[in-house]
């Protein structure tokens, strides 16, 4: 290595500490991405006197509805609110928003928030992504002064302090001490101390029967005489961990597939630590996937495997099943996405983490450690709904003093796990930032993969409030592949709760129809407005597309294959899920 070339190299080492030094202290967003979005937003808006004459117009004529409404209101007369909240802003449900001087207050700031937004959109010029920072951003800082964040002008929080002479505080201050001291001792949050990972939760019968580096292969065990001849292997996220579709009994995926006569393998990723930094995405296709798919067809020959991927584990299945495709590989039965992403073209408000100056920025970081912490894909995901995952928190438990009692779910999502630097830079770059997936240019092993040589049956399901997996962007698999059949089911609820929607959950409903080979495209939202709709769980209409698509019952095939080499190692839930 010459002169020169180590020059480069320790500059390059400079650079990428002070990146990552800035990033510390920005939350890992990039300072020059904000400037440049909001140079762009408002070196334009400054050359469109059109626009700011609406927005003047704007201001007055919000200006004179607001007085009317406070001129009827001091005259105790019914008057109708100029800015309504909107269905999913939930601060201002409370009736006592609706008595004076509350009223006005939140009226005020509703006003000022939709002008904001009249403000922010809409330039010419501007491009979209810059214009989406700007908005995200004030609304960002608007609903920092939002009434309901201060304990003197939310009526509620009043409330619950005249009803409990002031004590609200004294438990909110303790409710915030006790989070504050399990963050600097890197403790859970209460309550997880009741649900221990195999011991009621990821609890269902089962044996690890293959172990490599990356994964743990877990097959489970039968429950009934007869079982569908097409075993189902589940890919789950290595963002998260996998018992998320196996936490208390009443509410496991693979405990309702197991008792409806399924043979269900599970993939259990490894959590990478520094010495995982070079863990690349064609690592988690062979040794994840592909290790997978090999170790069963041993277990079970000469029989074709019905597969499922939820959010990266869909992504990632759909890369293996494409290669897989090209290579003449019929191993597979079908495949089921569950809120998995294709096509990351409009993969929602995350878009606004991810452009050139952002993934300098993160990749720096990640590059200092080796990996991606837990912390900062939290910190993003709570920024998307500061409404509701940090204000509505700060109020209820430090303002109010309440404390919301921990359920399996919770539990799972403090259950956090980490994304080694090499896989993680390549997939928001490859997929995210370049779209190369969707549009053909993704490459595995030399060679590029095309989602539409995917000729096997396929089920994909959406979830109506997903913010991590838009459902209209899981919604374009029906449009990228070759499938001779796509089933798409939209189920109510979010990334996970919609997933996690056992039979006999509450207020659950579903839409589903198929597209035949030959049909005519549907937009999403018509295809919204003629599925039909149907009441309940989606899990039962999975299972009889499972048994309608295999091909009959056998009797249950040995746990591993120890002629073959593949003896059970360990009792589920394995040992890579209890890494920290």
Known sequence: MDESTNIRAETKAIDRLVHAFIGYGTGGNSPAALAQAFIDWSSHLAMVPGKQMELGKNIARNATRYGVYAARTLAKQDAELPVPPLPQDYRFKAESWGRFPFNLMHQAFLTQ??????????????????????????????????PSNFPWTNPEVIEKTVES???????????????????????????????????NLAVTPGKVIYRNKLIELIQYEPTTDKVQKEPILIVPAWIMKYYILDLSPHNSMVKYLVDQGHTVFMISWLNPSSADRNLSMDDYRKQGVMAAIDTIAKIIPNTPIHSAGYCLGGTILSIAAAAMARENDERLASVTLFAAQTDFSEAGELMLFINESQLTFLEDQMWEQGYLESEKMAGAFTMLRSKDLLWSRIIHEYMMGEKPGMNDLMSWNADTTRMPYRMHSLYLRSLFLNNDLAEGRFEVEGGPIFLRDIRVPMFAVGASKDHVAPWKSVFKIRRLTSSPEITFLLTSGGHNAGIISEPNHPRRSYQVNVRKH?????????????????????????????????TGETTPPAMGAPAKGIAPICDAPGTYILQK
């Open 165 to 199: 002479g002031g004590r609200n505080f004294i438990e909110g201050f303790k409710n915030w001490a006790g989070d504050v001291q399990r963050k600097i001792n890197k403790e859970p949050p209460l309550g997880t101390e009741k649900y221990k990972v195999g011991v």
């Open 113 to 146: 928030e939709q002008w904001w937004h009249y403000a922010t959109t809409g330039i010419p010029g501007v491009s979209k992504r810059n214009e989406e920072m700007v908005t995200f951003g004030a609304r960002q800082v608007l609903d920092l002064f939002s």
């Open 518 to 550: 030959g049909d005519k495209y549907v937009s999403p939202d018509s295809w919204l407005s003629t599925a039909p709709k149907k009441e309940g769980s989606w899990w039962p209409e999975w299972h009889e597309w499972l048994v309608s698509h295999s």
